[in-house]
């Protein structure tokens, strides 16, 4: 256990021996809670059992039940981050987002002071329920359709004086890609009531400290180009406005990082200076966002972590068999179980974790919607411990292993079946308690380590392992 957990204040410490464990719905938590408060921005970190952070929103009114921010607050997640929805059916309905945000906040705070929450803004899209829309709705590019009938996720549109109204839009529910105004980055004004808002949020407090630890920027990492891609009804832009949009967006990141010592960039290496915001994969080994494939997530996850960023892998949809006694369903083709996602997941994390890499298992951000989107997994009791050294990668005709072993004995091996799928492959995570997760029944440590070490030359056990400092 990492000593800087135990220098908390007393009094904090002493809040921490009224607040019982709260087990929640999925797996116990059986460890010893730690102080997760930040220290200079970064999250608090331990190889002891896998790192893990959360991700989520409630629309209902009032946001998160109190039964989920008990169980936040009492598990050790590094860090949460606070969705943009959260209590977005609550009066005023559909608008007042940021206050909203700091009210859950404040409530996760009063039971647990150290537990960072993150406040989500988006570098993009102009969130018609955020108080920052009623003044930056001057300054956006439209899209599809116009300000009087603009929806939030098809409900509750924002009519072009800012009010709400509980009425469906005459155009009925609108896509995702175009329900919201997109930024003029490449207007001056645009860019400085954006950073009003990162000191709006900035000035959020809880007693005498900042209430959000830091920011998610979403959308981190499009661009004009790529946007307009994405979104056909994009308007028509001369590339010199276009140029000058991308270094608008380039300056919201830097003005981010500027903000906070946190930042967390969606989906984007994003260089503010010296790898100052950590990165997250908003779909890690599956259909990432990006495109890339499973083999390509490990490797940008390996060559990033030994950057030294602080990394934030994200498997969505992901989860154990049920939730709150509902199935979950995993739309990646085939037959594809909730076992089989876990582990190919965290084996993939694991081969390419460093210090400061976070995994999150989640069905979802909206709880409302899918129970909770982030259990307390059995897997994150299980001893882990530092790796012993970087991944050892074997590439056989078209597939590809990743085996990895850490302190306490635990090891993980992943198979990825070509350098291009985004979701066939198999693994499996050995626990050094005796447990194991494998992605399919048919397959067990000892039978992928057998085919790993028939392949591996030179005889595995006789190769060293390489610290590359990455622990």
């Known amino acids: 256990m990492l000593a800087r957990i135990y220098t908390a204040a007393a009094a904090a410490a002493a809040a921490w021996a009224l607040v019982p464990v709260y087990n929640g719905v999925c797996a116990t938590y059986t460890g010893t809670r730690p102080n997760v408060s930040m220290i200079k921005g970064v999250p608090y970190f331990s190889w002891d059992t896998l790192p893990v952070y959360a991700h989520m929103a409630a629309r209902t009114a009032g946001g998160l039940s109190n039964d989920i921010v008990q169980f936040v607050a009492t598990h050790p997640f590094s860090l949460l981050v606070l969705d943009k929805s959260e209590d977005l059916d609550g009066v005023p309905v559909g608008a007042g987002g940021e206050n909203k945000l700091a009210a859950t906040a404040r409530r996760i705070k009063a039971v647990n002071p150290d537990m960072p929450v993150i406040f989500y803004q988006n570098t993009v899209k102009d969130v018609p329920y955020y108080d920052l829309f009623c003044r930056t709705r001057h300054f956006t590019l ?3 359709h116009t300000l009087v009938n603009l929806a ?4 509750y549109p924002r009519r072009s004086d800012c009010t709400t109204t509980n009425t469906t839009t005459v155009s009925g529910k609108l896509t995702q890609s175009d329900e919201m105004p997109v930024y003029d980055l490449a207007n001056p004004a645009m860019i400085a009531a954006y950073e009003d808002q990162l000191a709006r949020i900035a000035s959020y407090s809880f007693g005498s400290a900042s209430l959000f630890s830091g920011i998610f920027l979403d959308l981190a990492e499009k661009s004009a180009a790529t946007y307009s891609k994405e979104t056909p009804t994009w308007i028509g832009l001369p590339a010199s406005v276009v140029a000058n949009w991308d270094d608008g967006h ?3 990141m830097r003005a981010s990082a500027d903000a906070f010592a946190f930042a967390l960039a969606n989906n984007k290496n994003f260089n503010a200076g010296a790898n100052r915001l950590a990165r997250s994969y908003e779909k ?3 259909f990432d966002v990006t495109g890339m494939s499973m083999y390509d997530s490990v490797l940008d ?11 934030f892998a994200n498997t969505n949809p992901c989860g154990p068999s049920t939730i709150n006694g509902k199935a979950l369903t995993f739309n990646l083709g085939g037959t594809k179980t909730a076992t089989y996602v876990r582990a190919i997941s965290m084996a ?3 081969a390419g974790a460093c210090r400061n890499s976070y995994y999150a298992c989640a069905h979802g951000y909206m709880v409302d919607a899918n129970g909770y989107p982030t259990c307390w997994l059995d897997e994150y009791n299980y001893p882990l411990g530092a790796p012993l050294g970087a991944a050892k990668h074997l590439s056989v005709d078209t597939a590809d292993y990743f085996y990895r072993k850490f302190a306490s004995g635990t090891y993980s091996i992943l198979k990825t079946n070509s350098r291009s799928t985004e979701t066939e492959g198999e ?5 050094s308690n005796g447990v194991s997760l494998c992605s399919d029944s048919s397959i067990t440590c000892a039978s992928m380590l057998g085919i790993y070490t028939s392949k591996y030359t030179p005889a595995l056990e006789l190769d060293t392992w390489f610290d590359d400092g990455c622990a």
């Not at 939030?152 to 409900?155: F, N, R, T, V």
């Not at 996850?301 to 960023?309: N, S, V």
């Not at 693994?427 to 626990?431: E, K």
Request: contains cysteine; glycine residues 10%; hydrophobic residues 50%.
């Open 284 to 286: 890690f080994m599956f």
């Open 348 to 350: 993939g994390f694991l």
């Open 250 to 252: 380039a300056n919201v």
């Open 301 to 311: 996850l390996i060559q990033q972590a030994a950057k030294g960023r602080t990394l």
């Open 142 to 144: 439209k899209n599809k």
């Open 152 to 155: 939030a996720h098809g409900e």
């Open 427 to 431: 693994a499996c995570v050995c626990w």
